[in-house]
């Protein structure tokens, strides 16, 4: 299925946020996410449904000074 990920289209085959960050190569990533303009905690990833057409953004943190 075709979803919007930070802004780019891509095809993902996963049914849950979970599963799409792993396929995706986050899987192990320390990273915040929001999924059609709503967070998304680390906690409820497993049970969220990804479908065609969501808009998936995926932020890591920044260090700075």
Known sequence: MKIDVN?????????TLSAVLAE?????A???TAL???FVPKAARDT???T???R???LAPM???
């Open 36 to 38: 059609n303009g709503a």
């Open 48 to 50: 969220t449904p990804v």
């Open 30 to 32: 320390r990273v915040a």
């Open 56 to 58: 998936l953004e995926v």
């Open 7 to 15: 802004g780019a289209p891509q095809e993902v085959h996963s049914a």
């Open 63 to 65: 260090q700075g000074g």
């Open 24 to 28: 995706l190569g986050w899987g192990e």
């Open 52 to 54: 065609a057409g969501d």
